[in-house]
DNA sequence: CTACCGTATATGTACATACAAGTTGAGCAA
DNA sequence: TTGCTCAACTTGTATGTACATATACGGTAG
């Protein structure tokens, strides 16, 4: 008798789950009471009853006292083969990170996965406690952006658990060299390079630059408005180069701009901005004093949002990639899981940038 | 003996956790033996076997054969009590959406749940799917915004299985009578009233309506529209109501107020429009014939969005709570989980859009 | 026909006992 | 000291009983 070294208990355990598999016992029908078992298999009732009580710990049946004991409604059984998947953003409700999602839940949806979504508010602790929860349970993949990127990872340790832990990872809009992981990027110099280039070519000499330098994106659109100054030798003013911190954002390249368009004779031509969001705040900047768009001041965004095209004044701007970049990260993740490749930094990819022309730039006046 | 409601074995479990809340007893401490628990507590070992039982099945303790019970480490333990909180909804990128994604998930956040995300793009296929995923694994509530509203409700009695689980859920963005849960809405009937009657008051008198008429919404901001005509007792002329549906939006509201807009003699003064969105486009169609708002043409938009302050002439337009409705449903629903009040259509909210005047509608010159 | 009351039967709680099986350490023998 | 046995613990399995409590159903009084 070798099977005697599985327990009774288990032994009907067993016997009871093939007869769910088998379909001898269909969702909702009535199990045989605890005593019919008993007797059925020669054992006393109480081990019927704790065969019964693992079965309904793990979903397969449930008791109602006085009525019997019933099998459960599949929906609630056979949760196993949905697997979820993380995106851990910084603003979900911010500008183009919708896009973002969007582009990855449907890529996600469509090949079965579900999809978990917290933001961190740019907060390191935030993105400690996000990171708890999602891994609170079973987690197949993670996408992320990480939060204050020009400030080093804060949580790098963190993410080194999800090595630990196999959960494939990659990330967006931002790549740690020191991270082994695969990576979707804007090429954010070239971006830089193209706002300015196309300015200098439209003849502008003096172009200001308005950048948020908290974040890799701002560096390096601002390094490839420097370089582009070199290519071209246009000497590059310093006081035509504003940096801000996120949270200046509202004030400081609006009044560096009022400033800047108040001293008539050294007045820059173009304004390139860190993103549409600055582009149309110093829209208006320019309409408070007699200046016009594209007439007096050429303006360059960055990111082809739906602001763009809201204002009267349509931006030239740089192309983002949005939903696309969300979709190709929900896929390269899921070829991740599925190919166990928890490693692969070359499945990165970089986005090139294109110029858009719009309405806001224009040949400036060869006096 | 009041308590004696409770049985022993739970009563035991209660004391446990305590003692664990307490840190009376630390990580990996050994437990006191099964026996020694039954003496003190004066009952049988069985008894405490059937608490501890539970204790291990919820990941408090784990037990070695031979060598007694330990207290389980953090990571182990609290891995429960992280609930799933789902949001369905339309389109995840469009316009508002993602501030009321923003609001329930900071909401979700503070309060230890995690946020599923799916969208339907507006497709019944599509919901059913997404149900379907959902609730694939244990989820604790739903936040809802349905699909095409105005058809009545497709997926009617897949939510009605929400019941019968024992899911809480709720709705926002539109009710239903007939089912039994919690909504929170916006009274756009008001809304649709209150942007008439602003222009009314300002003395205009063929006022255009443009309504997207396959949702409630776009109904009820209609009906106030009309119905502040009744009030003010002007007459509405049925040629300035324009109504599309969603596949129209791009052409029909822009071709018919181009059409309008040419015939001078029988020429509305103001428009008003659905949303911000349908308000910037109709901005457009304005600007492409000699006419300028709000000098010619008053305008009034729905939902105070980002778009309403991106463009030159700032629209005045109907606040919408985003933000605010995402957050409530999200307390909402944590309330009915933990009170175990899965129905509670009186918990539901209306919010009163009030009036944002901006530049983009002024006094009718009474010629 | 309705309201009420048993009865039968189901699961829920509680206790007692017995033995199996793994762990530990004391104590003894080589 | 080393290696062994064994007693004394632990948890694991199994069975027995008893009573509480919820449900369904049939019969009876009104």
Redesign the pocket.
């Known amino acids: 008798m070798k099977e005697k070294q599985m327990?009774?208990?288990?032994?009907l355990k067993q016997e009871i789950l093939s007869w769910l598999h088998t379909g001898r016992l269909k969702p909702n029908d009535q199990?045989p009471?605890?005593?019919?078992i008993?007797e059925q298999f020669?054992?006393?009732?109480?081990?019927v009853?704790?065969t019964?009580g693992e079965l309904e710990q793990e979903g397969w049946l449930y008791?109602?006292?006085?009525?019997?004991?019933f099998v459960s409604t599949p929906q609630t059984q056979k949760s196993r083969d949905v697997q979820t998947i993380g995106i851990l953003t910084t603003y979900i409700s911010d500008y183009i990170f919708p896009h973002i999602v969007r582009g990855a839940e449907s890529a996600l949806r469509e090949r079965g996965y579900r999809l978990l979504l917290s933001s961190t508010d740019n907060d390191k602790g935030k993105e400690k406690e996000s990171l708890d929860m999602m891994m609170s349970q079973p987690l197949s993949g993670l996408i992320i952006e990480p939060t204050k990127s020009a400030e080093g990872n804060p949580n790098l340790s963190y993410y080194l658990s999800l090595d630990y832990l196999h959960i494939p990872y990659l990330m967006i809009n931002e790549r740690y060299p020191e991270m082994n992981c695969p990576s979707l990027v804007v090429d954010d110099e070239e971006g830089g390079f193209k706002a300015a280039q196309h300015l200098i070519e439209l003849g502008h000499r003096r172009i200001a630059g308005f950048f948020k330098t908290d974040d890799l994106q701002g560096i390096n659109r601002l390094k490839g408005f420097i370089r582009a100054h070199h290519h071209y030798q246009i000497p590059l003013l310093p006081e035509l180069v504003i940096h801000y911190l996120t949270e200046e954002k509202r004030q400081k390249p609006y009044e560096s701009a009022i400033t800047m368009l108040g001293q008539a004779d050294e007045r820059p031509t173009a304004f390139v901005c860190y993103n549409d969001e600055i582009a149309i705040h110093l829209l208006e900047a320019v309409r408070t004093t007699s200046l016009q768009v594209p007439q007096d001041i050429s303006l360059v965004g960055f990111d082809d949002s739906s602001l763009a095209t809201a204002t009267e004044v349509k931006l030239t701007t740089l192309s983002h990639p949005k939903t696309e970049m969300g979709a190709d990260a929900a896929k390269i993740l899921i070829d991740m899981i599925q190919n166990k490749r928890a490693n692969g930094s070359e499945m990165g990819k970089v986005y090139k940038p294109e110029l858009i022309v719009r309405e806001s730039t224009i040949q400036v006046s060869l006096s």
Chains 1, 2 share one sequence.
């Open positions: 327990p009774k208990y288990l032994q199990m009471s605890e005593n019919e008993a020669q054992m006393s009732r109480q081990t009853r704790q019964f008791r109602m006292q006085g009525k019997g004991t």
